[in-house]
Structures are given as structure tokens and as C-alpha cells.
């Protein structure tokens, strides 16, 4: 990848589902800096997050509310976006939510709403995306999963399966995007440093009785880089996935946790 094409992405549409915090914004935040038109979707439908963008890239931005686990909402975005920006020819399934319950309590509907926005939701967007990237020849799709898919801990049976079942969808969809110039591929981080891991740092310190700060700590000094990751990271690897020098990476599960297993 040549660092000197800053905008190598120029004339493309991407799609970040929950892309107005954590993860998703920092990947949106990307690819907008690679060039790229950008439609963030979220259930807050907030472009607050991108307030203070330079006035050439909030003129690639749209953000809209989508909820993935409505089939109707996935088409009505989809369609909006099309009409907006263009073709989507990059797809970022961002959107998730880490719950933990021990299977012995969970709760039927906890486990179905995990599944409906981790691995479902994922499917929906993949399906109404793909014709179009088919239709031009060229496409990036980058599910993010987790460590968790393979190494998981008490409490993360929802989780995990959902995280596992976007790996296995990422393969299949790489082998039938690979005769149409469509790469699929997961990124599976361990912890990264944003709202949504640090509430849930905070659930388990309070479950133990014990300080945040203490906790957080011992997670940071269980990494053999001493740190967590940070979101900003992330983004550069999308970037990278999404370079016409990337076209052979693909079906691939790319673990991004700075040594440690989750």
C-alpha cells in the first residue's frame, strides 16, 4: 500500500453500521481521511460524533438511523444510501453489543437480541450490499468479531457464538465474492479501549467487588504489550483491507490483539 495515496479511496461508497461510537467511528473516520464517501447507520442516527470534521469530509458524510435486526430498515438504508452517495463498494459490519449472562440464567430474549445484531444484522447488510459491489466489479466487506469467537470466558455464551458465527459467514461470503473482485474478511480484536468494553470492565469490577481502576490495570498488564487497543488502529487496518494491494487477503480471520487472547 502506498502511504503517499492519501486518497486512495476517492469515488467509493462505504457503509460503517455503528459507526457513531467506539470502533465504527474510529473506521469511519478512516476512511474518510482515505477518500472514501462515507454512510455511518446508528441507532442514534447522531452526527454529533463528527462535529468537528474539516468541511470536505462532512460533505462525504451521511449518518442514518439503521437498525440491523429489522430487515425492512436494511432495505430502506441500503436504498437511501444509493440515492445519496452512490453504490456501496465497502461494507463495515461495526454494529454489536457484548452482553454476559451465565447460560444457567440467560434469558431466551438476550440471546436472541445478541444473535439478531452481531451475526444476523450482518447477514442482512452482506445480502443487500453484495449485488452491488458484484455490479461493479469491486468490492471490500470487513466484519469485526472478536477474540472471543475462539477463546471466550463464563458469561459470553451469546457473545461468543454470534462472534464465531460472523467468522464462519466471512468465509463463505469470501468464496462467493472471490470470482466477482469481492473480499470478505474479520477482524477479531481483543480489548479495545472504548465506551462499550469500559462499561463492561466496569460491570465486572463491580461484580467482584473491586475498583475500576485496579481492574482496568490487571486487564492492561494481562496484554504482553502492557495496553489495550486503541480504535483508531482498527481503522488502519480497514484501510489497508480496502487497497486494491489487498485483493488476495481475503477469507481471512485477523486477530488484532497485540499478543494476548481474550
Same mark, same amino acid.
Given at each position: $500500500?502506498?502511504t503517499k495515496d492519501a ?9 460503517? =453500521?455503528?459507526?457513531? =461510537? ?9 476512511l474518510l481521511t482515505a ?56 461494507? +463495515?459490519?461495526?454494529?454489536?453489543? $457484548? ?20 451475526? =444476523? ?8 450490499? +453484495? ?37 464462519g459467514l466471512t468465509r ?76 488476495? $487477503?481475503? $477469507? ?11
Amino acid at each position: $500500500m502506498d502511504t503517499k495515496d492519501a486518497e486512495f479511496l476517492a469515488g467509493r461508497t462505504a457503509i460503517v =453500521t455503528g459507526g457513531a =461510537t467506539g470502533i465504527g467511528r474510529a473506521i469511519a473516520l478512516a476512511l474518510l481521511t482515505a477518500g472514501a464517501r462515507v454512510a455511518v447507520g446508528s441507532r442514534t442516527a447522531s452526527a454529533a460524533p463528527f462535529a468537528d470534521l474539516p468541511t470536505d469530509q462532512r460533505a462525504r458524510l451521511v449518518v442514518h438511523h439503521l437498525d440491523v435486526t429489522q430487515a425492512a430498515a436494511v432495505a430502506d438504508f441500503c436504498a437511501t444510501i444509493r440515492q445519496t452517495l452512490g453504490q456501496p463498494a465497502i461494507l +463495515v459490519n461495526s454494529a454489536g453489543i $457484548m452482553p454476559d449472562q451465565l447460560i444457567t440464567d440467560h434469558s431466551d430474549a438476550l440471546w436472541e437480541e445478541t444473535l439478531a445484531v452481531n451475526l =444476523t444484522g450482518t447477514y442482512r447488510m452482506i445480502k443487500a450490499c +453484495v449485488p452491488d459491489m458484484i455490479e461493479q466489479g469491486w468490492g471490500r466487506i470487513i466484519n469485526i468479531a472478536s477474540t472471543a469467537a475462539a477463546v471466550s470466558a463464563p458469561g459470553f455464551g451469546a457473545y461468543s457464538a454470534s462472534k464465531a458465527g460472523v467468522v464462519g459467514l466471512t468465509r463463505a461470503v469470501a468464496l462467493e465474492g472471490a470470482p466477482h473482485g469481492v473480499t470478505c474478511n474479520a477482524i477479531s480484536p481483543g480489548w479495545v479501549e472504548t465506551e462499550m468494553a469500559l462499561a463492561a470492565i466496569k460491570r465486572y469490577a463491580a461484580a467482584e467487588g473491586r475498583d475500576f481502576g485496579e481492574y482496568l490495570a490487571g486487564i492492561k498488564a494481562s496484554n504482553p504489550q502492557k495496553r489495550m487497543i486503541q480504535p483508531e488502529e482498527i481503522g488502519a487496518l480497514v484501510c489497508y483491507l480496502c487497497h486494491d494491494d489487498a485483493l488476495a $487477503m481475503t $477469507m481471512q480471520d485477523l486477530v488484532f490483539a497485540a499478543g494476548s487472547l481474550w
